[in-house]
């Protein structure tokens, strides 16, 4: 209503500017004087204005005519549309206006305006295949998610606009969290375009979380001759990829295809911890143990892991603790300062009983660097030692207390997972566990620390030996007590 009133009263102060400039010029004396073919003429100044307006009208109605002119002599020589498109131009630039002006809007945030922006392009155009992507980002936009799937659906039957519809349709589904149909749908647009970057990494993402590993492949091999992954990386994941493979079959029983994937994931990618520890196993398997000392050396030269020390004692699990320390020197020479190095030599000494000598392999590394795993192994050496309660319990508090260490971190999310998995179980990245402590201090669970993983072998013969010391295996249980005890302790003072 108030629009209306502004509108009207601009008009008529419009006219009144008209009316009140036409009295002026009228009033105003002079003139011009014509002489043509003998004839003279005198023009008053508002003649003057009229005839400019008049020459200008004439003038723009000639350009018109040699436009139409045109177009029919090129109607004539055969341009079936000329004229059509002669009579079509100025919807044409109202549409287009259109269009335009529905774009900027969707790049401002307005949806409802680029939603009608878009309808009146469509009126003047006709062309959908415009239209119809503007309108469905649009309703995308304003949050009319029905609009936007039926308009994706009308791109869909369109061939030149199938793959933006089918990838349309597709994120919406994700949106929804419909992984199965999302699928398919990334499965029909790679199938339209190969070469389609988000597509791939949607398609691998979701091929993942299905454990289809086979899938997974092709589609990483679709990416490295696409040029859109680095050689390297694709090394990596194909790794990955073939160790989650190597798992499945083994699940499904089939222990010699697996045993040959597992090899083939650490061949691919020897540093990948998972596919060290996988194919070490089968090589033990097939009593093959030089290769398994080869495949965990190399691994530990990249990154030591408790879990390339557990394999590395499987290789000879009746040798003696004495025997062991010597053996794991071959694994333990190249990463002599690492903290897993320097705990892991401590273990092996408390398995030997020899605490002095795993006092001096963990060195200073309670205080450097303290987590749940050093400070409980250094209470184990203090009560191995004679140490009083009060000592040991020191230790054990400080344990409940520390960081727990290098764990399988997601680097995307920082989601601590306690085994590695090839997708992420919180946000469902592919590939982004790192063995690393996470970001933030984690407090120790008691009954979560790895105490001595590598007492296996010859223990049971030491703690059948009748001494006067408490045999190692029940001081571990000792500890562990204490560690419960204490977390008790712990939680009955907060409450």
């Keep these: 209503m108030l629009w209306s009133l502004l509108k009207v009263l601009v008009f008529v102060a419009i006219i009144a500017a008209l009316t009140l400039g036409a009295g002026y010029l009228m009033e105003m004396g002079g003139g011009a004087v014509i002489n043509m073919a003998g004839l003279e003429f005198t023009l008053s100044p508002l003649q003057i204005i009229l005839g400019l307006v008049i020459l200008l009208v004439a003038l723009w109605v000639v350009l018109k005519l040699l436009s139409l002119l045109v177009a029919i002599l090129k109607f004539i020589n055969g341009d079936e549309t000329a004229i059509s498109r002669y009579f079509s131009k100025n919807r044409e630039r109202k549409g287009y206006q259109a269009l335009s002006e529905g774009m900027m809007a969707l790049a401002s945030g307005d949806g409802s305006a680029a939603m009608s922006k878009a309808a009146k392009a469509e009126k003047y155009l006709g062309k959908p295949e415009l239209t119809n992507l503007l309108t469905a980002q649009a309703a995308e936009m304003a949050g009319d998610t029905q609009k936007a799937e039926e308009t994706y659906k009308k791109l869909v039957k369109d061939e030149a606009t199938r793959f933006i519809g089918v990838r349309g349709i597709m994120k919406q589904k994700l949106a929804d969290g419909d992984t199965d149909t999302a699928l398919q749908l990334a499965e029909r647009a790679f199938a339209l375009k190969p070469k389609h970057e988000e597509t791939q990494d949607i398609l691998l993402k979701l091929q993942a979380q299905g454990s289809d590993w086979s899938g997974a492949r092709k589609t990483l091999a679709a990416k490295l001759k696409s040029g859109t992954l680095p050689r390297d990386v694709h090394k990596r994941r194909e790794a990955v990829l073939a160790l989650s493979q190597a798992a499945g079959v083994l699940d499904d029983g089939n222990d010699i295809e697996a045993r040959e994937a597992a090899i083939e994931a650490n061949r691919l990618s020897p540093d990948l911890i998972p596919a060290a520890v996988m194919a070490a196993r089968s090589y033990i398997e097939q009593d093959k143990k030089r290769y398994a000392v080869r495949v965990l050396k190399k691994a530990w030269d990249v990154q ?102 290098p764990q399988w971190v997601c680097d995307a999310c920082n989601h601590i997972h306690a085994e590695w998995e090839p997708v992420c179980g919180n946000c469902a990245s592919f590939d982004t566990l790192s063995w690393k402590s996470p970001p933030m201090a984690q407090i120790a669970a008691p009954t979560g620390v790895a105490m001595l993983p590598l007492i296996v072998g010859a223990l049971e013969d030491n703690s059948s030996t009748e001494t006067d010391e408490t045999p190692l295996a029940e001081e571990v249980e000792v500890v562990e007590a204490e560690v419960v005890d204490v977390a008790e302790d712990a939680v009955e003072t907060k409450a």
Aim: charged share 30%.
């Design 304 to 405: 030591p892991h408790p879990e390339l020390a557990a394999t590395f004692a499987e290789i000879e699990p009746d040798e003696t603790p004495v025997d062991r320390i010597k053996r794991f020197e071959k694994l333990t020479k190249a990463k002599a300062d690492h903290p897993e190095t320097k705990m892991l030599n401590a273990e092996l000494n408390i398995a030997a009983e020899d605490f002095p000598a795993a006092r001096r392999a963990l060195g200073d590394l309670v205080e450097t660097a303290p987590d749940a795993r050093s400070l409980t192994i250094m209470a184990a050496i203090e009560r191995g030692e004679g140490s009083s309660d009060a000592v040991v319990k020191g230790w054990l508090a400080r344990a409940l207390n520390a960081p727990r260490g």
